[in-house]
């Protein structure tokens, strides 16, 4: 039996032959209270970690930087470096591992991945942590490709040809559709079809040209199973055509998709398009919220779980909507949801952050009492109500199209202490039900009032000056004390400057993205955002919303209400080194924004 740990963090990537080397050459060391394990200014020669007590780095003016407990490794840099900066003493008797140096330099050299734990550009490290950490999960729609699911060939067929060939191609090769050729246009017939076929009387000689559907979903080969069910699940569909290189080369069966992955997010889509009731809506919401918890304990991360919840979240949100609301008032009324429900980056329930934009000259007796029951109902789903009164029971959120353009006017030209929130709160919006062209002509509305006016823009990126970044001159963590426990703020510290940052820039350029790390790219492409920076404060925000998503759902175990504080000290070395590497990151695209927005002399 192995007497070294290499479950954890950089050990857990070694192959077997360096782990053979690791067990040959590892000592073990005790250490009593209060002794000096390295000193400043110390020559270091082995990387420790902790079997058990707690070890704490020290700086010369009595600081202390962290605090290593069990699985914990200590001081990587200064082994690299040559020695020691801060001093490392035991606050409770330690036994720890000590490594040789030439064997740690070794495994740098032989293994790139336990490498990217000492080297690697922050985006780099954060990547090199995400496949880490996928070695030892279940493999799951994020990692696996459409390509390792079951993809049936497909079975194409001409479109001069008829139904009732269809229905012999059908039996003959055991497939639930085929794909037809018609000139240069590609389509599908399925199984389905057949169903409408009979109910209008179309004759089985009817030609596949005249009863294919040609405006076919796809898929690329190489794109992940999630992707493909986030296609599934907003187009509330069963298969998509699989291509590569832009041509057809499969068909994806949602049934495969399924077994191939078996937590039924598809299923709760189909489960909240087919509720019939208030009620019924209110325990898939508690099927999504168990979803989270399943998704995420296997390694689902934070970015892409968001988005598929944003998408059942949609959907919960339509239906109920449609159940609660006459049909001319949904016809003539644009749901929407803003904030990081509209970004697409929450996860976690938080509070409701939604609007109802009303045709102009439309109104209905209902709309009131509709709008309340909407907001009641959200809080029996589980989204508490928002503090800030951001919702479609508030009048000031539910407005005409004439009057709510009237309030984006104020919000930019006659600002009140509210205007820049509502404001940024606006910009994130997306339609759930309803006429969406109501909020994209009030989205062009805003883009049309706002050219070229470099105040504005300048009075609205500084929002990202509110809340100072938690980290000090030397990458130590600054934490607050709440109830006796040190805290860190990760929506405030780190988060919430780089989604602002990336909207007040998506803003001035005029991207239609509503989602910050879809912001992100476009603006690298565009030349707008420089790429490495770019690069590294996107992953800088995933592993802050990871850790955020991992902090909320031990606290919902834990039966407390989740909210946006860590306690630095009871995270792995691993982790507080990213947390460290990812507010370095927020600091500096703070700058960036600085003088991009020429706020520095403002």
């Not at 603006?523 to 790429?531: A, M, P």
Request: charged content about 20%.
């Amino acid at each position: 039996m192995s007497r070294f740990d290499f479950l954890h963090p950089p050990f857990d990537v070694l192959t077997a032959g360096e782990r053979d080397q690791v067990e040959k050459a590892v000592d073990i060391v005790f250490h009593p209270n209060e002794d000096v394990i390295l000193a400043p200014g110390q020559s270091v020669d082995a990387l420790y970690m902790v079997i058990k007590g707690i070890v704490r780095e020290v700086s010369d003016d009595g600081e202390i930087i962290a605090v290593y407990h069990s699985n914990d490794t200590f001081d990587a840099r200064a082994l690299i470096a040559g020695q020691s900066v801060h001093r490392f003493e035991v606050r409770e008797e330690a036994l720890v591992f000590s490594l040789p140096k030439e064997l740690v330099m070794g495994l740098i050299e032989s293994n790139p991945v336990f490498g990217a734990f000492f080297f690697q550009s922050v985006s780099e490290k954060f990547s090199a942590m995400a496949q880490r950490s996928g070695n030892r999960e279940l493999q799951t729609l994020l990692t696996a490709t459409v390509r390792e699911a079951c993809v049936k060939t497909p079975v194409f067929l001409d479109g001069a040809q008829t139904v009732l060939d269809a229905a012999q191609a059908m039996k003959r090769h055991r497939a639930k559709s085929i794909l037809v050729r018609a000139g240069e246009r590609i389509g599908i017939f399925t199984a389905s079809d057949f169903r409408d076929i009979i109910l209008t009387g179309t004759p089985a000689s009817a030609t596949l040209a005249d009863t294919a559907h040609f405006n076919l979903v796809t898929t690329d080969a190489g794109d992940y199973l999630f992707n493909a069910l986030l296609t599934m699940t907003r187009h509330n569909i069963q298969r998509v055509v699989v291509t590569e290189n832009g041509q057809p080369i499969g068909v994806l069966e949602q049934i495969d998709l399924l077994s191939y992955f078996s937590n039924h997010s598809h299923l709760i889509a189909q489960q909240i398009e087919l509720a019939d009731s208030l009620d019924t809506l209110k325990s898939v919401a508690a099927q999504i919220d168990r979803l989270v918890g399943v998704l995420s304990s296997h390694g689902v991360k934070a970015p892409q779980l968001a988005r598929l919840v944003q998408t059942l979240n949609a959907q919960l949100f339509a239906r109920a909507w449609k159940l609660i609301a006459p049909e001319e008032l949904v016809e003539n009324s644009c749901l929407i949801v803003m904030g990081s429900e509209g970004r697409g980056e929450q996860i976690i329930k938080t509070d409701q952050d939604n609007a109802l934009i009303l045709r102009d000259g439309f109104n209905h007796p209902y709309l009131e009492d509709a709008c309340a029951r909407f907001s009641e109902a959200l809080i029996e789903f589980g989204y508490p109500l928002c503090p800030g009164q951001i919702m479609v029971n508030n009048p000031l959120w539910r407005k005409p199209q004439g009057e709510f353009q009237d309030q984006l006017y104020r919000w930019v030209y006659l600002p009140d202490a509210d205007a820049q929130m509502n404001l940024a709160i606006f910009v994130d919006a997306e339609a759930v039900a309803g006429d969406a062209a109501l909020l994209l002509q009030a989205k062009d509305y805003l883009r049309s009032i706002m050219s070229d006016d470099v105040g504005f823009f300048l009075r609205f990126a500084r929002a990202i000056e509110q809340f100072d970044t938690p980290l000090g001159l030397f990458s130590q963590l600054l934490t607050k004390s709440q109830g006796g426990v040190a805290t860190l703020d990760l929506k405030k510290g780190g988060i919430f400057p780089i989604v602002h940052g990336i909207r007040a820039m998506a803003l001035e350029y005029k991207l239609e993205a509503s989602n910050t790390l879809e912001r992100i790219k476009l603006l690298v492409d565009q030349g707008n955002l420089e790429s490495q920076l770019g690069h590294d404060t996107a992953e800088a925000l995933g592993f802050l919303l990871e850790m955020r998503l991992k902090a909320g759902l031990d606290m919902l175990a834990n039966g407390k209400t989740p909210s946006n504080q860590i306690q630095p000290d009871r995270l792995s070395t691993l982790e507080r080194d990213l947390l460290k590497d990812a507010l370095a990151v927020v600091k500096r695209f703070k700058t960036t924004i600085r003088h991009h927005f020429k706020m520095t002399g403002f």
